[in-house]
């Protein structure tokens, strides 16, 4: 079984400041892990995704994210918010044991930009 | 690319009614679908598994013969709430796994269901 914790379920964060969105996971096999966002009203977009290799991974939006497997922690960050920034972002788990990989959601953050 | 195209984006119908909701891949196969349930300031509940050409596996809890789910090809997936009640208003998000290894899922824009 896996999960996935996001602690923080808001985080206002002053507009050209940087963010830190938490994420940990548990899971007793290897994993790929993933970061969404969600506008209102929308389906979710892929920012970026840990599969295997550098631990840094950059994706979209000028944002990027850490995989730290003795903490297990997979933290999303930004050095610089803009106020289009403002939505829901959910970390993502699945197994790589192959199947259909199933995902496991974290319950969100909602990033508030301030201008 | 990896477009997922989710039709109705909003359906509001009284109650008793059967609701369809497609989930088109349009530039992409996805031999498995998923379907989920968002409810309000809470995450994304996968309901149901849909797998071209086979029969859906459904998670704990979710009715089969509430939620029926056909993927008769490549790129479609329909979710059909039937007789839906009051209780079954919520967001539903599908998403397309392209085929091949280690593809993330890709999701639809969501279906705001709101029974009368």
Redesign the interface.
């Given at each position: 079984a896996q999960s996935v914790t996001q602690l923080d379920s808001q985080v206002p964060v002053f507009e050209e400041a940087p963010v830190e969105l938490r994420c940990n996971y548990s899971s007793s096999v290897s994993v790929?892990l993933?970061w969404?966002v969600q506008y209102p009203?929308?389906?979710?977009?892929?920012l970026l995704?840990y599969?295997s290799g550098s631990t840094l991974v950059k994706g979209i939006n000028g944002f990027e994210a850490e995989f730290n497997k003795s903490q297990t922690s997979f933290h999303l960050r930004k050095p610089s918010v803009h106020i289009s920034d403002t939505a829901e972002y959910?970390c993502a788990v699945s197994d790589?044991s192959g199947g259909?990989?199933?995902?496991t959601?974290?319950?969100?953050t909602k990033l508030q930009v301030i201008p | 690319g990896a477009v997922?195209s989710?039709h109705p984006s909003r359906v509001i119908c009284k109650s008793g009614t059967s609701v369809k909701i497609e989930c088109r891949s349009l530039d992409f196969q996805a031999t498995?679908m998923?379907w989920y349930r968002q409810f309000p300031k809470?995450?994304?509940m996968?309901m149901a598994?849909s797998?071209e050409g086979s029969k859906a596996t459904y998670e704990q809890g979710v009715e089969k013969d509430k939620f029926l789910i056909n993927h008769a090809s490549l790129t479609l997936s329909t979710l059909t709430v039937t007789s839906a009640h009051p209780e079954d208003s919520s967001?539903y998000?599908c998403?397309a796994?392209p085929t091949g290894p280690?593809q993330?899922?890709?999701?639809?824009?969501?279906t705001?269901l709101s029974i009368l």
């Open positions: 790929y993933f969404y009203n929308q389906g979710l977009q892929l995704k599969l959910f790589n259909y990989q199933k995902v959601f974290g319950t969100g | 997922v989710q498995t998923f809470q995450s994304l996968l598994t797998n967001f998000i998403s796994r280690n993330p899922q890709h999701f639809g824009d969501g705001r």
